[in-house]
């Protein structure tokens, strides 16, 4: 299988006939841009990070992301920047590369493109009042012998004398600064004339073997696979793009990216922790890439979006192209790594109803590290009340089953319940009930139950610190 793709790799306008599975960073490094780096190939290091540049609101957006994950059929209509697209002349260091220089942040200078990159792309962001602190920007790139504290530093001072000198930023101000070569204000459009339709498919076929949506999973996992298969890049399909609301529901394409989520103001607005939810969910350039669907068609048991997603009693919209229907996420999910979806079948979108009145919700995730790191347990929780009486609980829970799984009993059982601590025991004796998690690498089988439990305990603590905050009561807790 053969794709036509089409984008600006630095300032070199590509067309070109190639296998959709062929990961970015490979056809990087095939163009002789040899300072894109292959480390882990599993999105952990950041070694290979590149900016990806997309028109969206007639102005071009960029974002980290691992070159090692990202299928170069995603890429048509895009602007890819290595470290090679920031040179502006023989031995010319720009603002960041010379503050690494003079506080010693690179040592044997494998990780320094990605660290480079990466701050670039947060300048980018922060000229389109798109962006979080410059610090949070470098997380997902790892470096091995010069220690971090250094590049802290060069980050900081950087961005201090950036930001303290020029109030605006714009990427005409950056270009004057030398943080970006000139060209960068010619991308637009360039971008404009290539066609946002997607890749046109050489040799297709009408029955994939797999839909590839971000593919940060799929291909640290099914690499080989995936570049033997007949695969439907999702990607490139706009339609499914977006974070909606209609007629009381939220619509989220499977397409949006945890990134777009934690950007979007509309959880913002409905869920104003999500933002810090989603720092324990992979690094930046990860989040940048991860789709919806990608997430919850995984069918991981400790997949953070999927458990999110349980408890707001989501439901999935599945369509083949033709026709559509509807599963309630809580019975997506048949045996490990099964889904309800048939075989032509893909995610169209998830929705859920706007939360409205008194309600609360919380989640919870246990790993070995607090960031950059998969879930021994997690667990969200939403629910509504009234007179501290539960109306309303959609309580979820990973890592504690083959699938991830909705506690269907132990909501039945607090619905209506008042709030506390003797029902709230009871509650988790229920759960308890309801689980079977196995020993593997993460914990033990009891770890995980006394996991569970206190995570379970650990969401009413945050939300109800007025009823669960005595001496008293944590005793008995």
Do not use: W
Not at 29 to 51: I, P, Q, S
Not at 192 to 202: D, L, V
Not at 236 to 264: A, H, M, P, Q, W
Not at 426 to 445: C, F, N
């Amino acid at each position: 299988m053969k794709t036509r793709v089409n984008f600006i790799l630095n300032n070199k306008s590509i067309d070109v006939e190639i296998n959709p599975a062929v990961v970015l960073l490979d056809f990087i490094r095939n163009e002789r841009l040899k300072g894109t780096k292959e480390g882990c190939k599993e999105g952990d290091c950041g070694a290979c990070t590149v900016l990806i540049g997309e028109l969206t609101n007639d102005e071009v957006l960029y974002r980290s992301v691992n070159s090692c994950l990202v299928p170069v059929g995603n890429v048509s209509g895009k602007h890819i920047v290595t470290i090679e697209g920031l040179n502006q002349g023989d031995l010319f260091l720009n603002p960041l590369q010379k503050a690494f220089v003079e506080e010693g942040a690179t040592q044997c200078g494998f990780c320094t493109p990605g660290f480079i990159i990466s701050l670039t792309g947060y300048f980018l962001n922060l000229a389109n009042k798109n962006s979080g602190g410059v610090i949070e920007s470098l997380d997902g790139n790892i470096c091995r012998c010069t220690g971090h504290n250094s590049i802290i530093r060069a980050a900081q001072k950087v961005s201090d004398k950036i930001i303290s000198e020029n109030k605006n930023l714009s990427p005409e101000i950056l270009t004057e600064l030398k943080v970006i070569p000139e060209y960068f204000l010619t991308v637009r459009g360039r971008l404009q004339k290539i066609s946002q339709t997607g890749s046109e498919s050489i040799t297709d076929s009408k029955s994939y073997s797999c839909f590839v949506g971000g593919g940060t999973d799929l291909f640290v996992q099914r690499p080989d696979e995936m570049m033997n298969s007949q695969i439907k890049l999702l990607h490139n399909d706009k339609s499914l793009y977006g974070i909606d609301i209609k007629e009381g529901y939220c619509f989220i394409g499977s397409n949006t990216s945890v990134s777009d989520l934690r950007e979007s103001e509309i959880f913002k607005r409905y869920f104003p922790e999500f933002h810090g939810f989603m720092e324990l969910f992979g690094s930046t350039p990860i989040r940048n890439n991860a789709t919806v669907g990608g997430n919850l068609n995984n069918a991981s048991p400790i997949g953070d979006m999927t458990i999110f997603f349980l408890s707001l009693n989501s439901v999935v919209t599945l369509t083949d192209g033709v026709s559509e229907r509807d599963v309630f996420l809580k019975n997506y999910y048949l045996s490990y790594k099964k889904t309800d979806r048939h075989k032509n079948e893909y995610m169209k979108c998830l929705k859920f109803n706007l939360p409205e009145g008194n309600y609360f919700y919380n989640f919870e995730k246990v790993s070995k590290r607090t960031y950059l790191d998969i879930a021994s347990v997690n667990s969200s929780v939403f629910l509504k009340t009234e007179n501290n009486t539960i109306t309303e609980i959609y309580l979820s829970a990973g890592g504690v089953s083959a699938i991830p799984l909705f506690l269907n009993k132990t909501c039945e059982f607090l619905t209506g319940i008042e709030l506390t601590v003797e029902s709230l025991n009871e509650a988790v004796s229920i759960a308890q009930k309801e689980i079977s998690p196995i020993s593997d690498a993460r914990g033990s089988e009891e770890y995980k139950r006394l996991l569970l439990t206190r995570l379970i305990y650990a969401h009413f603590l945050v939300l109800f610190p007025e009823i669960f905050k005595t001496e008293d009561t944590y005793e008995r807790l």
